[in-house]
């Protein structure tokens, strides 16, 4: 019988009742001090028919921050609000990772209590920041000392920890969509001198302390990685997106990741040159799909081998019970984008279940 969406998988250690995983997903709904709310609870908690819920993307210290509003996994007060998050999930019969993030130079002083954002170079993205008053330009970064990185692994690894004291069954390591260890992966934003810049292995560097620190302290089979090849947000771009991913890819494999989820892609819907297939067939493990997949799609996917899960965003933002639709071809709820980011339950938690 071929494999499909419904099957079983394990990822790691952790068996998922089906392949259908909800893709991290911003909202912009945390409350005071990045404590998880109420409303929170209810959201993910509406979710867990998924196989697997990945958070919206988690900062890991007060200086991983970038946008308003967001929830923190540094804590104790933190680790509290998301207890209640994964008891909620587990009570339902579903998994949970948490997506630990710093967003590097994608940020704003506004929202560092005045501090510089920072980035592996002085490179100023074009765009700009989205602050509690509004869009503002994007600042230079400051670019970070060797002396700093050990502190910055000692940040994932602190916010890991915490992440298992809150219940989680894993973590997803983001090093996707233009954040910082994204920024030091890629050219366009890396033009280091040292041992963090210059070759795929220098630019790779961080990363991979990163990983080896995370598997050390919560297992191998509790850790993902998110990368994102080809996707120009942020303004990100490399002089070789293949050959770099490529390698990055093949060094993963000495860690023994629970999987790789990987932004097949370009999120804004451009055409790419990237061999996609070649990345998943250099990676041993476990391998997440992403981007626009719907269930035709992502059956083909998993049948053919291609992915053993598929990511959904916006159809489990618009439909909670998103697996039960795909498994009878109901219709599915539209996407109100005017409530993706911020505001109240509206748009959040009042999408309508299918009638029982």
Not at 68 to 82: C, D, K, S
Not at 97 to 114: A, D, E, M, Y
Not at 119 to 148: C, H, N, W
């Amino acid at each position: 019988m071929a494999l499909d969406l419904f099957c079983p998988v394990k990822l790691g250690s952790i068996s998922l009742k089906n392949r259908m995983v909800m893709a991290p997903l911003t909202r912009n709904r945390a409350g005071e001090g990045g404590v998880p709310l109420a409303m929170n609870v209810k959201y993910y908690e509406q979710r867990a028919s998924a196989g697997l819920i990945i958070t919206e993307a988690t900062p890991i210290s007060p200086m991983a921050h970038g946008y308003p509003a967001l929830p923190g996994i540094y804590t104790p007060e933190q680790v509290a609000g998301w207890k209640k998050v994964t008891d909620a999930v587990h009570a339902k019969g579903g998994k949970i990772f948490i997506q630990l993030w710093h967003v590097g130079r994608i940020s704003h002083p506004s929202l560092l209590n005045g501090e510089t954002p920072v980035a592996p170079s002085a490179i100023k993205p074009v765009g700009q920041a989205f602050t509690y008053t509004g869009m503002q330009d994007f600042v230079t970064p400051r670019t970070l000392e060797k002396k700093e990185l050990p502190g910055i692994v000692n940040d994932y690894v602190h916010a890991a920890k915490c992440a298992m004291e809150a219940g989680f069954d894993g973590v997803e390591v983001h090093s996707a969509n233009g954040y910082l260890l994204d920024q030091f992966l890629r050219d366009g934003s890396n033009v280091r001198a040292d041992e963090y810049g210059g070759s795929f292995e220098n630019r790779a560097r961080l990363l991979m302390q990163v990983l080896e620190a995370v598997v050390n302290t919560i297992g191998a089979d509790k850790t993902g990685v998110r990368l994102s090849p080809v996707n120009p947000f942020n303004d990100m771009h490399d002089s070789n997106p293949q050959a770099l991913f490529n390698y990055v890819v093949g060094e993963l494999n000495k860690f023994n990741l629970a999987y790789l989820h990987v932004i097949e892609g370009d999120v804004g819907g451009n055409a790419v040159n990237f061999d996609f297939v070649t990345l998943r067939k250099l990676f041993n493990g476990a391998y997440i799909t992403n981007l626009g997949y719907d269930k035709a799609r992502g059956n083909a996917a998993i049948a053919s081998g291609h992915a053993d899960c598929v990511a959904y965003g916006v159809p489990f933002i618009a439909n909670p019970d998103l697996v039960e639709r795909y498994r009878i071809d109901a219709p599915l709820n539209q996407a109100d984008q005017n409530t993706f980011y911020g505001g109240n339950e509206k748009g959040y938690t009042d999408y309508p279940f299918l009638s029982r």
